[in-house]
């Protein structure tokens, strides 16, 4: 009996074999209500985190009156707006601390096998873009939105250490191993 592969759930191959497949995270879906003299009106926010596991991620906020098209607009928005991440290893390679609004996320290396201390909107981006060990602390807001632009923000920020002294002494770039 033919099983149907890949596109019996509803996924198509598109021949980019070589191309590692997406991780893709709902982090938040909310409700909500705008109230108008003709009555309220319902509509729903998806926040949505995409990442190839590799050093790539990307985030973006659907908005729809059905949740099914929010998810699928915050996964569009996602994919286009992905953006390179610094990584060394399976961490990050330096402490960063980044603020988005109220929101305060500080993000330390941690030593292989440590695992991931994060929670919430900041363990959905650091899996998406492929960090295994870190530490990491949120203060200010709790607003998940803000935690994870916040994260992203920090990660793109990340510089390789290396690169960066060769950088500031006008030395060319060292060559990357791998």
Do not use: C, W
């Amino acid at each position: 009996m033919y099983s149907g592969g890949d596109r019996e759930r509803g996924r198509r191959d598109r021949g980019d074999s070589d191309e590692a497949p997406l991780i893709e995270r709902v982090v938040q879906i909310r409700r909500v209500a705008k109230v108008t003299s003709g009555g309220g009106h319902l509509s729903f926010t998806a926040l949505v985190v995409v990442g190839d596991g590799k050093g790539t991620l990307g985030v973006h906020l659907g908005k729809s009156r059905a949740v099914p098209d929010a998810v699928r607009k915050g996964t569009l928005g996602a994919r286009k707006n992905m953006k390179k991440v610094i990584l060394n290893g399976t961490t990050i390679p330096h402490e960063i601390v980044s603020t988005f609004n109220g929101a305060t996320v500080l993000l330390r290396p941690a030593s292989a096998g440590t695992g991931m201390i994060a929670g919430g909107g900041v363990r959905a981006a650091l899996e998406a873009a492929g960090v295994r060990d870190v530490l990491s602390k949120t203060f200010g807001s709790s607003n998940t939105i803000n935690i994870v632009k916040a994260t992203v923000q920090g990660l793109e920020r990340l510089r390789d250490p290396k690169a960066e002294i060769a950088r500031r002494r006008g030395l060319p770039a060292p060559v990357a191993e791998g």
